[in-house]
């Protein structure tokens, strides 16, 4: 027998909850009013058989009406008073507004989980405390209106995270590939001025800069953009340039060979002063959600048209380069390394070897790397077998953001689209609480499984229709000039939509854990990792399920979890208790890594994620850690090689830390503290003053600057050298 929930889920009836709710009550009022506990059973007892006889599942609130009949049949006047009252009052609960305690400890700073829970924002800064609460009522709209009771419950319990509902009170999007080529060659519009084709590179440089603070403003996840698209403005620079510098030699006894040379030197600064633009504008932007925009640079050589359009985005992604590992100075005029942009670097026949045209560029990248821990790598030659459209063809390009993938896509000419996509957003399962939930039972476990991604199948409608209906002018920067598409002033975005013009994933975290519980192996072990694929292709079927009935595009995608590690594992531990290699840590792996405390070496490790990051079609990054290796950059190059020929993306992680206090350079340490807190510690001088210290730490794909909560804190403190 089932009962019909407030949300409309259907659940199994529990008689068990009337006991509870009616014993409460008898509690609450004059003893000489009280009825026994046995009268108590009997109403629920009756309640229940006489849902059994309705012959169909009763709503919630018909199953209170008989409790009252039966209290009032009984004559226990008083104990049913208590009983309405109580259903009122937890009515009114359900609909009250609870914003004000959290509200006011964001503004005095007094609210631990909230200071550490984006890596990347300061939370005493007033920007970020007035999008903290403006998250903070988003979330209370949410809670209260937007979403059915159980999927709150189920986020609350850490059964599924429901992502960003801090921004899902607006109509707006997760992440996308800004279309940059099309505002730069077509024109766009900001903040209701004309922006035309730009006639030097500096200049689209800086359009761009005020392109991605825009686009950050009216999303709530990454974005990223191309250097092809800025390259055709180097030759425009370089026309404008020659022209100019012979006009200043006429008259004057040079050849052209010479003023070539003096115009290309020119050029050359151009590009230096552009990419400074970029790199500066980005780290010191501040948007309307109090934060850098989260925003990841390409390079990609086979992107260019044609020979000479390559060599000058091969002259561009060297100036990038070069500045990243030069860094930016802090506050103290120190070079440090910037959280932002993120830099990918795609490995391909022109420049994977030491006698291709482009080699050194990739010894660049390595150097970049080893000091700055970016660029991260995608391998051209592994990502053409995965990403092949319909028309049988394989295709190269950028994430969204840190990781989420867009799936390959032809439009209605037939041909492959990438820049102006976007993903509608993100629901979490929890693969660990699945298993724990089903006592090592298999065949429990499958159907469990099963309830759970229903559940994330609805919140991920949730999700899309909060999207439908959307004007264009919501943001007009997106939908109307050029960044996503160019819709006209009132239409929708609806088409947009479906069809696979954009995606909606499913995450997925705790695949290690998961199958330590139900195997008792890691899932490296060569018995348990049947069964962790079993997993993945359990989650990629559902998608493709979901996909072919609501022709939307649904794609799995390897959540990164920052602070979201620390409350899934807080959930853990208070449902089922504290199991060895299970729940016995304050956080959870990400998406299906190896455990980050399990010995195992760089390139066993990439090879053996490779097979499931293959799985993860919507988003997924691994990851080496490496010790510092800037006087070992043909280890990082062998390791890149390995990345082209096996993985699709991965990154290397090193440490970039500065002590203000005494100027140590080395790696800052986490130490416990008296009262078993983990704080940060120069080995240096001791200081542990964070705000005079500078570390940076790759923590889900991008690198965060600030500090992290004592989960993810917990798990950086275990991370083991893979090199």
């Not at 009170?169 to 766009?188: R, S």
């Not at 990248?365 to 391998?379: E, G, L």
């Not at 994620?609 to 510092?628: C, D, H, M, T």
């Amino acid at each position: 027998m089932n009962i019909i929930k407030r949300s409309g889920q259907e659940v199994v009836f529990d008689k068990e909850k009337i006991v509870a709710a009616v014993r409460k009550a008898n509690k609450e009022i004059v003893e000489s009013a009280r009825i026994s506990e046995m009268e108590i059973v009997g109403i629920a007892g009756a309640v229940a058989d006489e849902c059994m006889k309705m012959g169909r599942s009763a709503h919630v609130e018909e199953v209170q009406d008989m409790v009252e009949n039966r209290l009032m049949d009984m004559k226990a006047f008083v104990l049913a008073r208590k009983y309405i009252t109580y259903r009122y009052t937890r009515e009114l609960v359900r609909k009250s507004n609870t914003t004000d305690a959290q509200i006011l400890t964001l503004i005095e700073c007094n609210n631990e989980e909230v200071k550490q829970e984006n890596s990347n924002k300061n939370p005493t800064v007033n920007s970020v405390q007035r999008d903290y609460m403006a998250g903070e009522v988003s979330k209370d709209l949410t809670r209260r209106i937007l979403l059915p009771d159980d999927i709150v419950a189920a986020h609350d319990q850490g059964l599924i995270h429901f992502h960003d509902a801090d921004y899902f009170a607006q109509h707006m999007h997760n992440c996308d590939l800004v279309n940059l080529e099309d505002m730069l060659q077509n024109g766009t519009v900001i903040s209701g001025t004309l922006i035309e084709k730009p006639h030097s590179f500096s200049t689209a440089c800086n359009i761009a800069t005020q392109i991605i603070a825009q686009v950050a403003s009216n999303q709530y996840g990454g974005q990223s953009i191309s250097l092809t698209h800025l390259a055709p403005f180097v030759d425009i620079s370089r026309k404008k340039i020659r022209k100019e510098v012979a006009e200043e030699l006429s008259g004057v006894s040079v050849t052209e060979k010479q003023v070539i040379e003096i115009a290309e030197k020119r050029l050359r600064d151009e590009i230096r002063r552009g990419i400074q633009t970029i790199q500066y504008q980005v780290v010191t932007l501040l948007t309307t959600n109090g934060q850098a925009p989260f925003v990841t640079v390409f390079m990609y050589l086979n992107e260019a048209r044609d020979e000479q359009e390559k060599a000058d985005l091969a002259m561009i992604i060297e100036e990038t380069l070069n500045q990243r590992i030069k860094g930016v100075k802090n506050e103290s005029g120190v070079w440090i390394t910037p959280a932002f942009p993120k830099l990918i670097y795609v490995l391909e026949p022109d420049n994977i070897s030491e006698d291709q045209k482009y080699w050194y560029l990739t010894e660049l990248a390595a150097k970049c790397t080893a000091k700055r821990m970016v660029p991260d790598y995608i391998s051209e030659k592994k990502m053409l077998e995965y990403k092949v459209d319909k028309n049988g063809e394989g295709h190269c390009y950028t994430c969204m953001g840190c990781r989420s993938f867009l799936t390959p896509y032809v439009d209605e000419n037939g041909k492959p689209k990438y820049y102006g996509r976007f993903n509608q957003g993100v629901v979490t399962i929890n693969l660990v609480d699945v298993a724990l939930s089903s006592g090592r039972d298999e065949t429990k476990f499958w159907e469990i499984f099963d309830e759970r991604l229903e559940l994330c199948y609805r919140a991920l409608m949730h999700r899309h229709n909060r999207l439908l209906g959307t004007l264009s002018d919501a943001a007009p920067i997106l939908w109307q000039y050029g960044a996503l598409a160019r819709l006209e002033k009132g239409e929708t975005i609806d088409k947009l939509l479906f069809g696979g013009y954009s995606t909606i994933s499913l995450g997925y975290a705790g695949l290690y854990e998961c199958v330590k519980h139900m195997t008792g192996k890691s899932h490296t072990d060569e018995d348990a990792k049947p069964f962790a694929l079993a997993v993945m292709q359990k989650m990629n079927d559902k998608c493709k399920g979901w996909k072919a009935k609501e022709n939307i595009d649904f794609s799995l995608y390897g959540t990164p979890l920052e602070s979201t590690t620390y409350k899934f594992s807080k959930c853990l531990q208070k449902r089922f208790g504290v199991i060895p290699g299970v729940t016995d840590k304050n956080y959870i792996t990400n998406s299906y890594h190896v455990h980050v405390s399990e010995q195992i070496d760089a390139f066993t490790k990439l090879k053996f994620e490779s097979e499931f990051q293959q799985l993860s079609p919507g988003g997924a990054i691994s990851y080496v850690e490496v010790p510092n290796m800037q006087n070992n950059i043909p280890a990082v190059l062998a390791v890149m090689k390995f990345i082209y020929e096996n993985i699709m993306y991965a990154e290397l992680n090193t440490k970039s830390d500065y002590c203000q206090v005494c100027g140590y350079d080395g790696e800052i340490q986490i130490q416990t503290d008296e009262s078993g807190k983990l704080i940060w510690e120069c080995p240096c001088c001791q200081n542990r003053d964070q705000a005079k210290m500078n570390v940076a730490r790759r923590t889900c794909g991008y690198i965060g600057t600030q500090y992290w909560n004592q989960g993810r804190t917990q798990e950086i403190k275990d991370r083991v050298l893979h090199l």
